[in-house]
């Protein structure tokens, strides 16, 4: 279950999303201007790239109580249209009760000559209000940017009673930068946490102030299958921290004691709890039937009110009260997730499981690593249950992942089991490649105009069926239906389905089903004596999974996956095979395989293809992350794939059948 | 940013509106919530139930605006529509009072007020505009078979004594009214477009105008936009006769009217100074001809920084060019500002040119008929030439000569050219008592060409090296341009890579090098590449491939089987040359046939030649600016079904 965010956090993270996103103020004047700057024709840090920061300063003084202030200092060389269109319009955003004072800009030109913003070309507007809450900014354009020139501005955001606790100090913003600094001059107990920052650390500095300083960082790119941001971005985390030298074992001990001592009220057995398990049990008499019988019976007999599939209007969800216990949600028949956890974990410990609140780092938001001393990094919680010598863990506030297995952001990561006295470490296991499959049949007959048709089905388990769950639940019977059609239509433009069935979507415990009539015109292509057919069916039209050359980040998928698709064709009469020769098969060691076997009936009308595909295979509980130096190995794999899927096979007009 | 920023603050504050008690809808409301629906497709998400505006113009000219909505809701997509929305400008305007309602299956009522008004600024893009809007949102509580319904007071000053009135949106409309209420002794004329003449009912100086039971519209790729489709009334009113409104607001009686008007806006801002003239004399130093220092002021002038930053809108500022000199000194400006910027650098070398106001966004859009220049947005420019010039883009107006027409924001579109949407477009030269309303040029489908030729060798093993040339021209050029122009160069080498690699498996792009000749109206793009396993060796005996190596970069559409709106083509024209080596000791066996597709709209051929061990594949296709009715679907439908065909059909070889 992801932990839900204070609203003390979410209010802070906009504070410095807005504070830090734009940033500074500060010297009395302009720093001189390198002339080597003025004259410099291609970037430094990054080729190509449109504008390159010469340097990025912020000095936040966080030493008075009253006020939290951020000075920013911004020089930037534009190199071309696409810079000047990016950099010269500026917007600074403040809440409302915030103030930007000091702002500055000018524009150096590439002949040395300065333009400078005028005081009364600053706009300031309120960009949004509600209920007294405001969020206003201050705006400039850059008069006179042209490729060559140099901008600089400077600005001071003031946070009255703001604290640098929590901060995040991004190092790696949308363009490259030259020289990025952070200055600091904290209140007493300030520490920081870096990421990705080389050798970087804040040293000493003037005037009370510490100084981290960075140089040469590309801009940060996005790319698709990449780690979590906060992975692979330069970062720092500041916080505060009353202990004088922080041991992560003592931290992280005392805390697994401190959440124990709260989580165990949360979980109490009463005797609403006691009198119910009976009949949720039932028959169940081994610890694994037990634990699947509480674990259904949270998911599908209470309404989980953090889900869409609810049915509640937001209304109705607002209303309703905090269950103060698990019987209050046993009785209530809905609950929060975290509630729906203790309600699981109250149910167990009644059949006599000894059980714990869990917690552990979110890969959706970052890989967790217990040598990070801080509880702002474990994104997600669930349950341990003892079974025999080992933990296993359960989180039946996620709906649909199937008994036995987390989602998969808690998968493979470290994870504290709390305890009174001696919290541990242990890591979440990692469903395989056979946890998660998308099955697929096909039953087509193919025209001799090349038009393929016929009935269709596809059926996911595991975090697949999870997956499509998910993004359909809140759906209405159109949206699913269209979200449907362009799946298909995406490979297939000329697609028309019909006879749609999407069945299971919010059961919690059937897989996830597709089932649909589908007409190809075109599917297969006809020349003078022969079509032309490409059997996989179910890939026909389909991109390789990597199209670029070169590759920035890791690859990282979120986890194993198998496809299996059964597809008969029948031929068109008076066609005939002229080859039917199948793919190779191909592996990666247990980590990937594809198999596919093509056979014909006796009569020779009858194709049938099967193929089988995983990737994930033994990893045990390693991430599925591949470095980026081995980009053109995992590419050429799935360009592979990608070749092998476009097989086809030849009809011949009016010959004699052939088979294999 | 401020897009990214405004999008999650409102998502935030609005998470933390607060829950209601009930509440009770206004007896209008009750009303329409008890009206039978129709049975609509599945796939339409809501009916309008009630929609209205009553506007009473004061005898000071100010108006007093009630908007009455309600709206059905049919299924879950129409949850979003459950909205009200009303913008205002802050020097001319205010939002006086705005509630809603929300009511749910069971009768009960969820009231919106002052605590769940969002006010916002209406355009994030814009360093500083007067323009806001005021939104309450039920999207989060709405669902099928509830009905939403709000009404809003406002008060405005126009500046103008005119009014449009769309009669409906996609949605279908079970009651749409307009009325406006003048002040005794005032008339009103109306003008009424994609509908029949709808004529308003009259009692006293009050007008009436309504339409019932509207159908819904439903979205088709390349069909008319919606609002050359939904119905909708242009209006009129004056004060009575021998008498002036006290207010500023005025109508037009001719477009001759329009232009007087808006040339007292833009003449005086068009004054040339020491800086202009000499800017002016800088950009056509090497200047040899008329067209030279047009294209020279109008190259420097559309790269020009994009920004714009509108105050006094409610005093007609927003008409209003800021002055040519503070344009050049700052370096940016928006459209208005462009076009009036080289009016005056045009007129500091003695030439001649006026503002051209006009609508981007549909070519159809605007209608001679009622004069009135809220049909415009956006700002061109019309260049007086001699006979010595010549391009595509001139054209001759009956007082003013021949004018040569371009747009100085586009920064992707050359003199010479002009962007498609505004081809063919009736737009206003803004010229005094000469000023008039005339069709822009269009240009032929050779005009806006691809040109692409391909040489690929085709090795035993199935294995490909090939290099790709694209020449496009005029708009296609601008849309290779602008593509070009918008992204990083990193970003547009994987798009490209992605392009190619979609029909090549496992290509391996060695060569992405872009050439904009923009001064030429040209693009070019190489773009070489190998493949291990481009074609298919089967039983090592045949090899089969696509001469259509790669795909055009925009995709053939129409593959709906049914349509309801016409389909609108735009003209270019594309041709492919392929040239393969074939490999040694292979034979062609089987080659597609040749296809010839000739319509009124458009042409298409593919042709195929070997010759000494090579073949040669072109294809050539041809649209042309057309309108297709509805009736006449199934034939552009087959059109592109054939073309699709084609590309798709291999060519056989066989070892000898």
Known sequence: MKLPRSPFLISLSLFCFIALSVAPALAQDWRPVDPADLALKAPVVEKDADAEAIFWEVRIDDSKPEELSLKNYIRIKVFNERGRESQSKVDLPYLGYNQIKDIAARVIKPDGTIVELNKDDVFERTIVKLSGVKVKAKSFALPNVEPGAIIEYRWREVVPGGSANHLRLELQREIPIQTVSYYLRPFLGMRYEPFHTGEARFVKDKDGFSKLTMTNLPAFHEEARMPPEDNVRSWVFLFYSEEGKLDPAKYWNDLGKKIYDVAKDEMKVSDEVKSALPAILGDATTPEAKLQRIYDFCRTKIRNVNRDATGLSDDEKKKLRDNKSPANTLKREMGTSSSIDMLFAALAKAAGFDVRLTLSGNRNDMFFDKSLANYYFLGSSFIAVKVGDNWQFYSPAETYTPFGMLGWPEEAQEALVTDSKEPLWVTTPQAGPEKSVERRTGKLTLSDDGTLEGDVSIVYTGHLAAEKKAYNAGDSQTEREDTLRKMIKGRMSTAELSEIKIENITDPLKPFVYSFHVRVPGYAQRTGKRLFLQPAFFQHGGSPLFSTNTRTNDVYFHYAWTEEDDVEINLPAGFSLDNADAPSPFSAGPLSQYNVRIGVSKDGKLLVYNRKFFFGGGLGNNLMQFPASGYDKLKTYFDMLNKEDNHTITLKQGTATASN | MLHRILGFIVLTLLSASAAFAGDEAPAWLQTDAAIKVPAYERDVPAVVLHDEQNVTVNEDGRLTIVKTFAIRILNREGRALAEAAEIYLTDAGKVKDMHAWLIRPNGSVKKYGKDETIDQIEDANDVYNEYRVKVISASNEADAGMVFGYQITSEERPLFNQDIWLFQSHLPTLLSRYTLALPQGWRASSFTFNHSKVEPSTSGSTYTWELHDLAPIEYEPASPRIINLAPRIAINYFPSEGTSSSGSARSF????????????????????????????????????????????????????????????????????????????????????????????????????????????????YVREEWASPTQFNHCIVAVHVSDETQSPTIVQHPKLGRLLIFDATDESTPVGDLPDLEQGSLALVVAGDDGALIRMPTTPPESNKVEREANVNLAADGSITATVRERAVGQKAADFRREFRKQSRATYQKMIEGWVTHDVNGAQVSKVEPTDDAAADRFTLDVEFTANSYAQVMQDRLMVFKPAIVARRESLFLTAATRKQPVILAPNAYTETVRVKLPAGFDVDEMPDPVKLNTPFGSYTTTYEVKDDQLVFTRNLTLRATTIPVEQYDQVRNFFARIRAAEQSPVVLAKK
């Open chain 2, 253 to 364: 009686d001719n477009w001759a009217e329009v232009s007087r008007w808006a040339t007292a806006l833009h003449d005086p801002q068009a004054a040339t100074d020491d800086q202009i003239t000499a800017k002016a004399r800088e950009l056509t130093a090497n200047a040899k001809t008329e067209l030279e220092k047009i294209q020279a002021i109008g190259h420097f002038v559309q790269n020009l920084q994009y920004i714009s930053i509108d105050i006094g809108v409610g005093r007609g500022n927003g008409y209003r060019p800021h002055a040519a000199s503070q344009v050049l000194a700052k370096a940016y400006g928006d459209c208005k500002d462009k076009a009036n910027l080289m009016r005056a650098l045009l007129k500091a070398v003695n030439i001649t040119a006026y503002p051209v106001t006009i609508y981007l966004g549909d070519p159809t």
